[in-house]
């Protein structure tokens, strides 16, 4: 089976081998003293029970058994094309700005290699309002006091004033209040999803949203 190269990996997972890599990462933090082995059917198996787990998530098919093998034993850091890319866009940026012979990127650049060569550029604009990357980063939400954790998630989706589409995490001070990303995290919070939200937020304190956006 071809290797599957780690910069595939996305937080917005489309394939199955992206839900087996991830979850595969998550081995450390779930098992921890314990060293991961290709050779162990145990620990196959745990990767592939999780994986299936996250693809159902995201209603990704094609998680089997022989796949998550074939994943975890051929990881590779990355294309040595990849980084000889990256190197020489570099290069060529870093000669633009001592010799001034021509504008430098801006702002993406996307290279397609499959049969040659093709590159294209675009400049992507900055949205000054954007509550991620904008000046509007905190916005200011009115909740009812009897509002569980949930009912405040699901208000999110229609509210004018953030704008997200599924929130996979929501947390205060560093403090997990619900985690959807990984089945253990999300079974270990998914119980204050029906406690009152002000249980843990205050009025006045600043929550962090994690938003999974669609590509």
């Given amino acids: 089976r071809d290797a599957v190269p780690l910069c595939t990996l996305k937080s917005a997972p489309r394939l199955p081998e992206h839900c087996i890599l991830y979850v595969r990462y998550q081995w450390d933090g779930s098992n921890p003293g314990v060293s991961f082995d290709t050779d162990n059917p145990e620990h196959i198996k745990w990767v592939f029970e999780q994986s299936v787990a996250r ?9 089997t058994l022989q796949l998550t ?8 850091p990355a294309i040595a094309s990849t980084n000889a890319t990256i190197s020489a866009v570099c290069c060529s940026e870093a000669i633009k700005l001592l010799t001034l012979f021509a504008s430098n990127l801006n702002d993406f650049m996307l290279v397609v290699g499959l049969e040659g060569v093709h590159t294209s550029t675009q400049c992507i604009e900055k949205n000054p309002n954007c ?9 200011s939400i009115q909740v009812a006091s009897e509002s569980t954790v949930f009912d405040f998630l699901e208000s999110l989706k229609h509210s004018p004033v953030v704008h997200v589409h599924n929130v996979v995490r929501l947390a205060k001070a560093g403090t997990n209040i619900y985690d959807c990303s990984v089945p253990a995290l999300k079974a270990r919070t998914e119980v204050n999803l029906e406690k009152s939200l002000s249980e843990f937020v205050m009025g006045g304190e600043v929550v962090t949203l994690f938003d999974l956006v669609p590509l």
Avoid at 69 to 76: A, D, L, R, S
Avoid at 131 to 139: A, D, I, N
């Fill in 55 to 63: 693809a159902e998530q995201f209603n990704i098919q094609g998680v």
């Fill in 69 to 76: 093998q074939g994943v975890v034993k051929n990881i590779i």
């Fill in 131 to 139: 509550p991620v990357c904008g000046r509007g980063g905190v916005r």
